[in-house]
Nanobody, 123 residues
Framework: QVQLVESGGGLVQAGGSLRLSCAAS????????MGWFRQAPGKEREFVAA????????YYADSVKGRFTISRDNAKDTVALQMNSLKPEDTAGYYC????????????????WGQGTQVTVSS
């Protein structure tokens, strides 16, 4: 059983930056692909980014390409999401997830989920 705990959310002005972090425990971290998803009020959960267990392969939603960067530290069992040039439409709860294959994460194929951290971008 893998436990995931997100941190780093908050309130930021449009154009600003935030860095989300997710700490994992209870499993062999490097064996899991890791991803970030988000869900805004009244909307469905959507894929944001994913990274393979080795950290070599990354995947991004078109809406965040060039602005967000996913990374992981297998020595510390953490995954991060650096968010730059934030827009009001990025406002959502952000969720960390662990799964088997990074390439299939955009479909929501994840085994474990964190509780989420709120990101609010003001205009």
């Amino acid at each position: 059983q893998v436990q995931l705990v997100e941190s780093g959310g908050g309130l930021v002005q449009a154009g600003g930056s935030l860095r989300l972090s997710c700490a994992a425990s209870g499993g062999t971290f490097r064996s899991y692909a890791m991803g970030w998803f988000r869900q805004a009020p009244g909307k469905e959960r959507e894929f944001v980014a994913a990274i393979s267990g080795s950290g070599i392969r990354t995947y991004y939603a078109d809406s965040v390409k060039g602005r967000f960067t996913i990374s992981r530290d297998n020595a510390k069992d953490t995954v991060a999401l650096q968010m730059n040039s934030l827009k009001p439409e990025d406002t959502a709860g952000y969720y960390c997830a662990a799964g088997g294959v990074a390439a299939t994460m955009p479909s929501g194929a994840c085994d474990y989920w964190g509780q989420g951290t709120q990101v609010t971008v003001s205009s």
